[in-house]
């Protein structure tokens, strides 16, 4: 990855919907040059997509909530159980497999309380070799790294 790909991401990360002719004409490459390295960077994976960022409190969705979750036992057969089925929850969106005290660590979005209830009682302690759930409330969200520091 050069200067241009790194001008070409950033731009991206700033605006994707950016027509090829703003990209070229931003990183200073013709339209065909810029459109070839945009799908290189797309089959490589390092654009994993395109979407927009939607606040969940505007839709709906007012509680944000910080999960850890320890599994009964740490086996491949047991991580790629519980992976497989949390993925299938729709309140989930991110989870990460961590080191330390916990296995996972998830967040999670609810509309109330009350929702919030219901996905942890019905639904997180029922993932497949779990053992313990444990969460916090997120009062604020501070820092969003959008867009990534490619600049290094």
């Known amino acids: 990855m ?3 790909d790194r001008k070409l ?3 991206l990360q ?3 919907r950016a027509t090829n002719a703003a990209l070229a004409a931003h990183v ?10 945009t799908r290189r960077l797309e089959e490589a994976g390092v654009i994993s997509g395109y979407g927009a960022r939607i606040d969940a409190g505007a839709v709906g969705y007012t509680v944000r909530v910080l999960v850890r979750i320890t599994l009964k036992s740490q086996t491949d057969r047991d991580f790629s159980a519980f ?9 989930v969106i991110d989870c990460f497999l961590t080191t330390g005290q916990w296995d996972y660590e998830l967040i999670a ?3 109330d309380a009350a929702d919030l209830e219901r996905l942890h009682s019905t639904v997180l ?19 969003r790294q959008v867009p990534l520091p490619l600049d290094r």
């Open 2 to 4: 050069d200067s241009a």
């Open 9 to 11: 991401l950033a731009a």
């Open 14 to 16: 700033r605006d994707g």
């Open 28 to 37: 200073g490459l013709s339209e065909s040059a810029c459109l070839r390295r």
């Open 83 to 91: 992976e497989r089925a949390v993925q299938s929850v729709p309140n």
């Open 109 to 111: 979005i609810a509309r």
């Open 125 to 143: 302690t029922k993932l497949p070799g779990v053992a313990r759930v444990e969460s916090s409330f997120v009062l604020r969200h501070v820092v």
